[in-house]
Every structure is written in C-alpha cells, then in structure tokens.
C-alpha cells in the first residue's frame, strides 16, 4: 500500500529539527516510523511534513551522572534491553523492554515515539512512571521538563506542543535497596499489545518497613497512570500480606477499563498482589535495584 | 513532495535512486527486483519483509527508503543463491522448515541477525528472536530445529575456517613468500568445500551475492530448486 503524500525532511542537527517543526505548519518527526507508518497507511495520521530525526545524535545514548540516568529520546527498545546502565539502575524499564512487541519492532521503535504516541497499552510508560521519571522537551523557545505522570494527559493525548521535540527521558538513579518489577499480560507471549501492564517500585528500611512505593498501570485505564492511593497505603507499613492485599485492591481503583473490559480490574489487582509480594521478598533479601 | 536522490547499498550492489519520500523501504527493494523482501502486512507485524539493516533485522515496511540512505541492506538472497545457499538457507531447506515460504526470507534473516550475535542460542533464544515473524504453515517446530542445525554448522565452519588458518600460519612460517594456497584446500567439512569454492573470500557468511534475477535477466533455476526439495524425500 503506497503512503499518502508527505514532504520529508532530514535536519542534521537538532536545532534544525526545532527550526523546521516551529516553522512549518503541520510538520511531524518520525524516528523509528512504528506507530507512524502505520497510521500514515492507515490514514488516521496525514502530516503534510515529516521530519526525520531518527539520526540525530543529540537524542542518542543512555547515559548515567552522579544521580541520573538520562535516556535519549530516539533510543530504540533493542538498545534499552542491552544497556548495562539500565540493567544496573532500572531493571523494571528492561523487563518491560523484554515484553515489547517482538525483537523486530524493538530495533526501531524508540522509548520517546512509545511516550510521545502516548498508547494506552504502552509498555515503557508504567514502567518509567514508577522511576518516577521525567520528559525533556526541546524548541524553539527553549526547553522544559515535565514529569511523565503530568505528560500523559490521555489516550494519544500528552502535553507536547506541536512545536516540540521529546528529547530525552531521565530519572533520578533509585537507592540501592529499592526493588521493582513489572508484567504485562496479553493475548500471547509476544508480539501482542498488552491487556494489562502492571509496575512496582518499593524501597524499604532495615526494620521491614516500606519507605516508598510506586505503582503504575497501563492499557487499564486511557493512558498509563500511577496508583497514587495504593502507594499511600503501602509507605510506613510492615509489607505483611495483608497490607499487600489492601494495595492491589486500591490499585484495581486507579484503573478505569472500558465497557466490556471490567476483567481487567481483577487482572490489574491479581498482577498488583504478585508484583508487590515479589518486590516486598526481594526486599527482604536485600533489594535488587531494579 | 519533491524527489531527492538516495543511495541504497544493497547485497552489496548500490543503487543511485531517485525516490519520492513517502516510498518505504519496502517499496524500494521490491521496485529494484530485491522481490524476495515479502510484502506482508505492512503494519510491523509479520516480518516477512524483514532485511538486515546495518546488521540489524528490521521490518522493511517501517523504515522510509530516505532513512536508509548510505546505510548497508542486506536481504535474504544477499545471504546466498540457489547454488550456493548460506548454511542457514540450507538448513531451513533440508529440515523442511518452509511450506508456502512466503516468511522464510524474513525468517532467514532473523536467524542471521540471531547467530551473528549469538552463535549457540538457547531454544528460547531462538523463539525470542524469531518472534516479529509469523508462519502460517509450519507450527515453528521444523523452523526452530533449521535455526539449530544451521547454528552448529555455521560452528563447524567456523571450526574448519579455524583449522585452515593455522594450517596457513605454520605454512607460511616454515615457507616465507610462498603462497600458502594448498591449506585452504585441505580439510573436509561444510566449511571448507564452500571455501574451495569461494576460493580467498573469507567464510563468514557475508560473502556478496550476485543481484537478483530481475536485474541481471537470468531466469530463476526453478529446476533446481525442486530437485532440492525432490532429494530431501
């Protein structure tokens, strides 16, 4: 199937691609093109310019300072799943990397296209939102950062402007006991989009005592979300089972499927009660660091 | 929507291309006669038209021919010809991993990319890595057995390479400035007899293949493809 029409243009540097996407009306950047070829052939998408920065260097590499890790924009899933930064400081981003589509689609798709598509069904979204991770979005006019869970604002809906770049994803390093871990449940192993994500995040003190807790879900509500009430429930407590239990129970009422979906809130409640259970004995054994 | 020139570096062959910006890759290969690039499902999910993009297996249909510009493609018959199959095509032959063979030239080169970074994959590594492409015909069971035979042979050849070279060193120690042609006839094995024939061209696989026969005008020797699948019976 031929594509619908476009002009494409590919800047060489980064305050190009700024240039063109403040100057040009209905321009869009494509990188790893997996969402977007897709919805061009579709015909759900019909940018009049696509701006190619898949190659621009600025929104490459996984780096690590004193108390970051900074992820480039145009990072593919493939890159993500074999960077030892990420193995070291976040293995919750790399499980979900694990469960991406299909080895394929990972050496293109990049983590900023996943964000900035803003699926419901993303699977690095609930993953860097118990990182509590942050966007950096580059323009013309200068850059801000935004958190993740302010950037999602709904299905495909986020708070980039036309006019802006994602150019990076960072979060501060966790501490060195906190655990986390991550599922997703589809309709196959692979290559499927998920009916279900569910993310943990915990750290606790020496006496047992839970000292924070993340938890994020995607595909169960619009756009992926944090379970801010169920983690309320979890910080200060003995994560005894019970404690447990009452937080899965609050994380399923963070979700919000659509009508004819209402099985996922026993699924998103069941994975929150495993992955909680899982962390909470990694941490007891010490902590992970993922 | 002008048209921009673009270089695609194909099975070693490159192509000056003129090319509007909304043809995928895809598009491209097939327009140039690369046709065993299978249009599938041109969404990313079936792989068919999986090629090796600077070492990389991706899906054809999702990369703009722009995006490739300079960059190396190789595709499943860049890999290897009727004649001269790749280990790994050989291996999908004589196991009888292909049925319709429309995903086997994605799959070969998922397989390609897979050994190139893992020479001795785990089952599970094989499926992981075989999971962007769909086959409809074999249940996967003869695939995953063709990725594994062709895996030791390629471990083989690389053995048998191994032998020859030192062979040629200790040739070439005891006779300095004579040519050391004799060792890389010598031993038996897979790799060997394709190294006899491809003569001083290193046994890795990457070796150029001609282009495809809607270039070049030759017929495709349908013959002997069906004399292979004749013998396996």
Known sequence: MTLPEFDLLQPSSLGDALKILSEVKDSEPIAGGTNLMVDMRAGTHRPRVVVDVAALRDLHGIEVTDTEVII?????IAEMLESPILAKHAAVLVKACSSFANTLIRNRATVGGNLVT???????????????????????????????????VNAFSTLRRSDELLVSVRFRIPSATATGAFRKMGLRKVSCMAKVDVAVMLDGDATGR???????????????????????????????????????????????????????LRVVEALARRLLAEAALALDRGGSNA | MPKKKTVLRVNGRQHELVLDPNV???????????????????????????VLLDGTAVNSCMVLAWQANGAEIVTNAGLGTLDKPHPIQEAFADVGAVQCGYCTPGMVISTKALLDRIPNPSESEIREALSGNLCRCTGYGQ???????????????????????????????????????DGSRSPSGPGAAAGAVAGSRPLTGENVAPPPAALTGEAAPRDQLLRRGGERR
């Open chain 1, 210 to 264: 839970c000292t924070s807790a993340r938890i994020a879900i995607a595909a169960a509500s619009p756009v992926a979300v944090r379970a801010r009430a169920a983690e309320a429930a979890l910080v200060g407590k003995l994560l005894i089972p019970e404690t447990i239990a009452a937080a899965a129970s609050l994380t399923a009422k963070a979700a919000a499927p659509r009508a004819g979906s209402e099985y996922k």
């Open chain 2, 24 to 50: 995928s890759l895809l598009q491209a290969l097939r327009d140039l006669g690369y046709t065993d690039v299978k249009n599938g499902c041109e969404i990313g999910e079936c792989g068919a038209c999986a």
């Open chain 1, 118 to 152: 803003a699926a419901p069904c993303s699977d690095t979204a609930p993953a860097l939102l118990t990182l509590d991770a942050e966007v950096k979005l580059a323009s013309v006019r200068g850059m801000r950062r935004v958190p993740l869970e302010k950037f999602l």
């Open chain 1, 72 to 76: 480039g924009a145009a990072t593919t």
């Open chain 2, 143 to 181: 695939i995953i057995e063709a990725v594994q035979l062709a895996a030791s042979r390629l471990q083989a050849e690389r053995l048998a390479v191994a032998a020859v070279r030192s062979l040629q060193e200790s040739g070439e120690a005891s006779h300095r400035g004579e040519c050391g042609d």
